[in-house]
């Protein structure tokens, strides 16, 4: 059994979210396109496998960069080095009139020298100029796709790609006959994504945040089909046993891979195999929710009520101001029912903030906003304390 070698392709999807890219649809997203969800549902292999083949039969240049591929590398870096790469594939078109010239530098456009013997963009070149001299050399509509997008926020030079991004989107799209430029950013956290644009100091404020749309029943069929035909006939999964397990472990295609995987170990009778499935996914939600609980449990009282009042404004969209009068009222109502005499003052949440940053339990933006580190937690402590 190889369930690992199983691809699901989302054709309609792809086509649709191209279709809006271009601004044919009733959703226009030629300004911006904006993806949410959770890690591991599945973003990084649809736009591989689906998106940028669409955009290909488009006749456009799509270019992709992972934030979370490096986290050594700043985000900044990371998106320039996207760029360079892409150019140095038209490397051959633009080789030709530098050796007619007998030199290994070229000024292109009359404002970029490209040294063919780094793959970096030249020292001074904005992303602009860059983006604009790829749309010029292939000749086709670029699309850049910036995955796990949020992670531009945690760097000073990250932030100012991203208002880099927004000027050249402008610059290649506006006053032309033919646009040039396309952007697409996926984020496994929607309060983080959310911190590129709901404020105006923030690089695409007045976007919206799209919600990618989880795998659901037509995968876990295919999923089903695709297991079956390497078992037994006498011995198969049920669909609706295998589209349970795959709601259990929140749609998460690697989650019931590993747990078909495990199951292939022990396989027994037919009648059997939906309670292995069962069994396999309520262990892997026991396994995060026992995460949770040790983590949450290791808290001192005033860390754990500032984390369930910032969990309480995740589960209603609302941003967390940490010394706003409201989070005070609500961290001292959540210190009293621990019975705990902390006093909910300044100092108190500054030091539980900086208590939950270090456990990697909250996330601060370079510009200041917290929110939750793994937005899945709000759902636990919300199970946990209704």
Not at 63 to 77: I, Q, R, S, T
Not at 92 to 97: A, V
């Amino acid at each position: 059994m190889s369930p690992q070698r199983f691809v699901f392709n989302r054709p309609a999807l792809a086509e649709a979210l191209v279709r809006d890219l271009a601004g044919e649809g009733l959703a226009d997203y030629s300004s911006g396109l904006f993806l949410a969800a959770p890690r591991r549902t599945g973003k990084s292999t649809f736009l591989k496998t689906d998106l940028i083949p669409q955009c290909l039969t488009r006749g456009w240049l799509p270019v992709y960069v992972d934030l979370w591929a490096n986290k050594e590398a700043d985000p900044g870096d990371l998106i320039a080095a996207a760029l360079a790469e892409a150019l140095t594939s038209f490397e051959g078109r633009l080789r030709k009139l530098a050796k007619s010239i007998g030199v290994d530098k070229i000024s292109v456009l009359r404002t970029l020298a490209w040294d063919f013997s780094k793959s970096q963009l030249p020292a001074g070149a904005t992303l602009t100029q860059a983006l604009d001299l790829l749309h010029q050399a292939a000749g086709k509509m670029v699309v850049l796709i910036i995955d796990e997008a949020q992670h531009a926020l945690n760097s000073e030079k990250g932030i100012n790609a991203m208002f880099g991004l927004k000027a050249a989107r402008d610059e290649l799209n506006q006053g032309r006959a033919s646009e040039g430029l396309r952007l697409v950013f996926t984020g496994s956290s929607r309060d983080k994504l959310a911190h590129l644009v709901l404020k105006r100091d923030q690089p695409f404020y007045g976007a919206s945040i799209t919600t990618f749309p989880l795998l659901g029943r037509d995968y876990t069929n295919a999923y089903t089909e695709h297991v079956n035909a390497r078992l037994a006939p006498g011995n198969q999964f049920s669909p609706e046993d295998m589209a349970e397990a795959f709601g259990v472990v929140g749609n998460r295609p690697e989650l019931l891979s590993s747990i078909i995987k495990d199951v292939s170990i022990e396989l027994g009778e037919a009648a059997s195999l939906g309670q292995l499935l069962r069994n396999g996914a309520l262990a892997i939600q026991a396994g995060v929710w026992g995460e949770y609980e040790s983590a949450f449990n290791a808290l001192t009282p005033a860390q754990q009520a500032v984390l369930e009042v910032m969990a309480g404004r995740a589960l209603k969209k609302e941003p967390f101001s940490p010394y706003a009068e409201a989070t005070l009222n609500d961290v001292a109502r959540a210190l009293e029912m621990k019975g705990s005499d902390t006093q909910p003052g300044t100092a108190t949440i500054q030091n539980a903030i900086a208590g939950l940053r270090e456990k990697e339990l909250i996330w601060k933006s370079n510009r200041g906003e917290y929110v939750l580190e793994d937005a899945s937690m709000a759902q636990w402590l919300q199970r946990q304390r209704p």
